[in-house]
């Protein structure tokens, strides 16, 4: 299993961060401050950073030239709302080896993630494609839904697609509403609940065959999808 570290102060985000990555299969832990980073990236117990680049004590530019100086070779994705071609530049410049700017979409952060994984130690952490329950068979990548007992097919569409692999890697569990958000609009998307639950409802609908599991509603919770008899 993968271990992250987070380097990060804003508490909500990086609690949606760390929710996302636990979800995801990795193992992470999170720090607030610059000196933490630097003292944790040494200590060789990780396999990537994900580094903010506004940070007390020591911004994540400065953190990443330190480790670099040093001889550190931990690979680094900077997290900034900085967007300009020149913020960029400065910091692969810097020593960092991928650059996302805030706000991201979860989707985007695990993908980005994983590529970082795969380039800088040549091992592939990516989760099997094809994700099966029951009957349902789907295919992540081409985000192509297969009912097996009766044969209907079909291509979904992108924000589908993410709450259904969601449902599927964690069937029979109760995913919050502001977990399903966060995973399909990102972090920092100003999205109603009711945009939610629309899309919630045309997949449930797609799954109402004979033997299909459906998706529930858990008043005040948020959704599952049903467990298999």
């Not at 990780?46 to 550190?72: N, Q």
């Amino acid at each position: 299993m993968p271990k992250i570290l987070l380097v990060e102060d804003d508490v909500e985000l990086a609690n949606a961060v760390i929710s996302l990555l636990d979800e995801e299969g990795f193992d992470a832990d999170w720090v607030q401050d610059g000196d933490e980073a630097l003292h944790a990236a040494r200590s060789g117990a990780y396999d990537v950073a994900l580094m903010d680049v506004m940070i007390p004590s020591r911004d994540g530019l400065s953190v990443v030239a330190r480790l670099r100086k040093d001889g550190e070779r931990l690979p680094v994705m900077m997290l900034t709302a900085r967007d300009s071609l020149s913020d960029r530049v400065r910091g692969l410049e810097t020593g960092a080896d991928d650059y996302l700017v805030k706000p991201f979409a979860g989707t985007e952060l695990i993908a980005r993630l994983r590529a970082l994984l795969r380039r800088v130690g040549g091992q592939e952490w990516d989760d099997p494609d094809l994700l099966t329950y029951g009957p349902l068979s789907f295919s992540v990548s081409a985000r192509e839904l297969t009912i097996e007992h009766t044969g209907e097919f079909v291509v979904l569409p992108p924000k589908e697609a993410v709450l259904l692999e969601m449902f599927l890697r964690h069937p029979n569990r109760i995913l919050t509403r502001s977990q399903l958000m966060d995973r399909v609009w990102g972090f920092e998307g100003d999205v109603l609940e009711n945009t939610l639950e629309s899309y919630v409802s045309r997949l449930r609908k797609r799954l109402e065959n004979e033997g299909c599991p459906t998706i529930q509603t858990i008043r005040g919770l948020g959704y599952r999808l049903q467990k298999l008899p």
